[in-house]
Every structure is written in structure tokens, then in C-alpha cells.
């Protein structure tokens, strides 16, 4: 009986420690950077497999702890030397996600007219990065 009792003490630890991580559709999140510097990803959908999210270009010298929606935005091709591109839909797998670190930072929206990219992908039954 004593180890039944302490098995079932036990159970919500293991499961915590095995379980995958909490990411929240319309979370944001930063991301560490090789230089030092943190992106800003938004989590766009969620799958079995996947994690599909926005790339933005801003970028922050300290890990930020709340963000001003209205300034994140994605530079396109045309973008300056100093300025990452940004991405519209990037489909990631569960684990290459999990690579980039993410941090949460805090939850947000995600409106139709950004899950775009994400529809043209599921269209075509793309894969993952």
C-alpha cells in the first residue's frame, strides 16, 4: 500500500517532466540570436507535428518582457543591410522549434488575414522544417 501511495505522489511529476511544452497559438515569443540579439516569433497554429509562427524582424539586445504589438514588423526582400527578413509562415517541426528556445512573452491574436500563408500550406500538404 505504501508504494501505491507514493507511485500516485509521483505520477504528476513524471508526467510534468515528459509532457510537451506549453506553447499557445497567438503566444509570442523571443528567441535567442547567434549575435547575441532576440527575435520576435508569433505562434500562428499548432498540429500534431508542428509549430507554424512569424518571423518578425525586429530585434532586441535584452530578452523582452512585453512587447508593442504595433511596432513588430517583417522587412521583405528589399530589406537594409542591418535588418533581418521576416517571414509570414514558417512551418516548424515540434523539435526544431523547441531548438530555438522560445520564451514566452505574451499571448496575442492571430487574425485570418496571417494564417494566409498557413492555408496555402495546408493546401498543398507541406511538410516541416
Known sequence: MR???FFLLLMPLACA????PAWVEGGLYS???EDGSYAVVKILKLDDL???VRVYSNRFDAQPSEIDESMLY????DHGPDEQLGMGHLPLSKASFA???P???????VSEAELEGY?????TSGGYF
Open 99 to 101: 531548438e530555438w528556445q
Open 17 to 20: 517532466t515528459t509532457s510537451e
Open 74 to 77: 517583417m522587412a521583405g526582400i
Open 3 to 5: 508504494w501505491f501511495l
Open 50 to 52: 508542428g509549430v507554424h
Open 31 to 33: 528567441t535567442p540570436g
Open 119 to 123: 492555408r496555402m500550406w495546408e493546401e
Open 103 to 109: 520564451h514566452f512573452i505574451q499571448l496575442s491574436t
